[in-house]
């Protein structure tokens, strides 16, 4: 690729739908992961950097509502598609439930993995509003928590449940 195939390559603008805004990104090549155009350039800390090979889960977003790695996702596949962040779930004022549960439940010791945690759990429930421990086991099993709060983290995904159970 020649020097101004790759200058118009990154002076095209994306424009991109995150947590219900439309925002328009200029300055990256397509090939940017998404991850960094969130942190940087959004300035949205609920994914975090973590393996940067989409193995740990802490950079999960929800595409289209679905879970996607955002460290390995380029910024391209997500235009034209909903992008969910941490940030989009709740508020300080006004926590989601499944955030609620997860402080309910002290699913953490360091942190940071919950963002992958919470991100795969709304997928989770969105889908199986009633899961058991095998679903919650499968759909949190490419999250890593070197920390070992599992089983709080389990309580927590039943929790979240119960709580949106009860908002209907």
Excluded: W
């Excluded at 328009?24 to 991850?35: A, E, F, H, N, Q």
């Excluded at 997500?78 to 439930?97: I, Q, S, W």
Aim: charge should be negative; charged fraction near 20%; include cysteine.
């Amino acid at each position: 690729m020649s020097v101004s195939a790759s200058a118009a390559q990154a002076s095209e603008p994306l424009t991109l739908t995150v947590n219900g805004c439309t925002r328009t990104i200029t300055g990256v090549t397509r090939d940017t992961p998404l991850l960094y155009v969130l942190r940087n350039d959004f300035e949205l800390n609920g994914p975090k950097y973590g393996c940067g090979l989409g193995q740990c889960g802490a950079c999960t977003v929800l595409l289209d509502g679905g879970p996607a790695r955002s460290c390995v996702v380029p910024v391209a596949a997500a235009v034209g598609r909903e992008t969910l962040t941490l940030e989009g779930l709740g508020t300080l004022d006004a926590l989601h439930p499944i955030q609620r549960a997860f402080i309910d439940e002290q699913a953490a010791q360091c942190g940071y993995c919950l963002n992958g945690m919470i991100m795969s759990t709304k997928a989770l429930l969105d889908r199986n509003p009633a899961p058991d421990d095998d679903n919650i086991r499968d759909a949190l099993r490419f999250n890593l928590c070197r920390c070992g709060t599992h089983i709080e983290i389990m309580k927590a995904v039943h929790r979240a449940a119960d709580y949106l159970k009860r908002e209907q």
